[in-house]
């Protein structure tokens, strides 16, 4: 099979387009010569399969991103297991079927690093898949993105359709989710400095001990490597998506807090969970094609702060699982 994919021309739809990280795949799409499709969530929802099969029999993508998710931070993930397993098997297994009975000849499917072992030695290459128990936290979401990207491998043997998986790290941006309950970390953090520091800088309450370990990517730079992918890879393992490095929590929250600005420290939440201790992911295969990151964790960060402030402002601050 040849790895290079032109999107010169092609209808590329994009799954999940009002995510944050459906949409930053839409701003990376709008450099490419491509038409780009989407739906919203009111006319189409992805879990009904006959309404998914209608709109891809008509539309007949060229190309499909896989990026609509049911996604949120450790306490959402714990609390909701079935919205979190159920949902995300439906939804996948209804546009990688569909896409497949378009004929669609290309599809690339977003799983997340938590489909590793918890205790996978690190950094994490793509073949440590199910060589080890799961972070019980986030079981039953990373059991449905095993699905999905086992799902793309099995429709690449059977069918010979060019169907692909990328993991990426945990990632963060404009257009993320801050509400504090359902969040990631990020987001969390940032919104709990903003808040310390009009407040009159009081303290910055940090789930779990600190200590554990997480690799960021800025999403404009995970939308970037995604579509680098899709133009130029075409294989039956799934690639990590990364930058390679990884940072304490506890070191994160200085960080945003000197982003953020304010007198505030920080004290940690031993009742919440810790999580995976560390998932650095093996980024050689993606690096080896010749991608690599722009955007520095603290220029992202700045940059996430200021499109923060800027909606909050506005009132434009989705609170609420994306
Ligand atoms: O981002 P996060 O919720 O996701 O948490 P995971 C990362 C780490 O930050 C954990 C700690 O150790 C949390 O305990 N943390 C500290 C906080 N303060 C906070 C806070 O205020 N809010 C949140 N949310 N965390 C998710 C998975 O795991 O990662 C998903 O549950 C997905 O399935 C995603 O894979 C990328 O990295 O622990």
Same mark, same amino acid.
């Given at each position: 099979?040849?790895?290079?994919?032109?999107?010169?021309?092609?209808?590329?739809?994009?799954?999940?387009?009002?995510?944050?990280?459906?949409?930053?795949?839409?701003?990376?799409?709008?450099?490419?010569?491509?038409?780009?499709?989407?739906?919203?969530?009111?006319?189409?929802?992805?879990?009904?399969?006959?309404?998914? @099969?209608?709109?891809?029999?008509?539309?007949?993508?060229?190309?499909?991103?896989?990026?609509?998710?049911?996604?949120?931070?450790?306490?959402?993930?714990?609390?909701?297991?079935?919205?979190?397993?159920?949902?995300?098997?439906?939804?996948?297994?209804?546009?990688?079927?569909?896409?497949?009975?378009?004929?669609?000849?290309?599809?690339?499917?977003?799983?997340?690093?938590?489909?590793?072992?918890?205790?996978?030695?690190?950094?994490?290459?793509?073949?440590?898949?199910?060589?080890?128990?799961?972070?019980?936290?986030?079981?039953?979401?990373?059991?449905?993105?095993?699905?999905?990207?086992?799902?793309?491998?099995? !429709?690449?043997?059977?069918?010979?359709?060019? !169907?692909?998986?990328?993991?990426?790290?945990?990632?963060?941006?404009?257009?993320?989710?801050?509400?504090?309950?359902?969040?990631?970390?990020?987001?969390?953090?940032?919104?709990?400095?903003?808040?310390?520091?009009?407040?009159?800088?009081?303290?910055?309450?940090?789930?779990?001990?600190?200590?554990?370990?997480?690799?960021?990517?800025?999403?404009?730079?995970?939308?970037?490597?995604?579509? !680098?992918?899709?133009?130029? !890879?075409?294989?039956?393992?799934?690639?990590?998506?990364?930058?390679?490095?990884?940072?304490?929590?506890? #070191?994160?929250?200085?960080?945003?807090?000197?982003?953020?600005?304010?007198?505030?420290?920080?004290?940690?939440?031993?009742?919440?969970?810790?999580?995976?201790?560390?998932? @650095?992911?093996?980024?050689?295969?993606?690096?080896?094609?010749?991608?690599?990151?722009?955007?520095?964790?603290?220029?992202?960060?700045?940059?996430?702060? #200021?499109?923060?402030? @800027?909606?909050? #402002?506005?009132?434009?601050? @989705?609170?609420?699982?994306?």
């Amino acid at each position: 099979m040849n790895d290079g994919f032109d999107l010169r021309g092609k209808r590329v739809f994009v799954a999940g387009h009002r995510g944050m990280v459906g949409s930053a795949i839409v701003r990376r799409l709008a450099r490419e010569d491509c038409e780009i499709v989407t739906i919203s969530r009111e006319e189409l929802d992805l879990l009904d399969q006959a309404g998914v @099969r209608r709109f891809m029999a008509d539309r007949r993508p060229d190309a499909v991103v896989l990026a609509a998710a049911k996604v949120g931070g450790i306490l959402a993930n714990d609390r909701f297991p079935v919205d979190f397993l159920q949902d995300n098997l439906i939804m996948q297994t209804n546009v990688i079927d569909s896409a497949f009975r378009a004929e669609v000849g290309k599809l690339l499917f977003l799983g997340s690093s938590c489909i590793y072992p918890k205790l996978a030695a690190q950094p994490i290459p793509e073949d440590a898949l199910l060589t080890g128990p799961l972070e019980p936290t986030n079981e039953w979401y990373a059991i449905a993105k095993i699905a999905g990207l086992k799902l793309c491998q099995a !429709y690449r043997r059977q069918h010979g359709v060019d !169907y692909i998986s990328a993991m990426p790290s945990n990632l963060y941006g404009p257009g993320d989710n801050f509400d504090l309950d359902s969040s990631h970390v990020i987001p969390a953090l940032m919104r709990k400095a903003h808040e310390a520091r009009l407040s009159g800088g009081s303290s910055l309450e940090v789930w779990g001990s600190g200590e554990p370990m997480r690799e960021f990517l800025h999403v404009d730079d995970a939308a970037d490597a995604l579509i !680098y992918l899709l133009k130029n !890879y075409s294989g039956d393992s799934h690639v990590n998506v990364g930058t390679g490095e990884d940072i304490t929590i506890a #070191e994160l929250a200085r960080t945003i807090i000197s982003v953020v600005g304010g007198d505030t420290h920080v004290s940690f939440d031993r009742t919440k969970p810790d999580g995976t201790p560390r998932k @650095r992911m093996d980024v050689s295969r993606l690096f080896g094609k010749g991608w690599r990151p722009r955007i520095s964790l603290r220029n992202g960060l700045a940059q996430t702060y #200021e499109w923060f402030v @800027r909606h909050v #402002e506005k009132g434009h601050v @989705r609170l609420g699982v994306a």
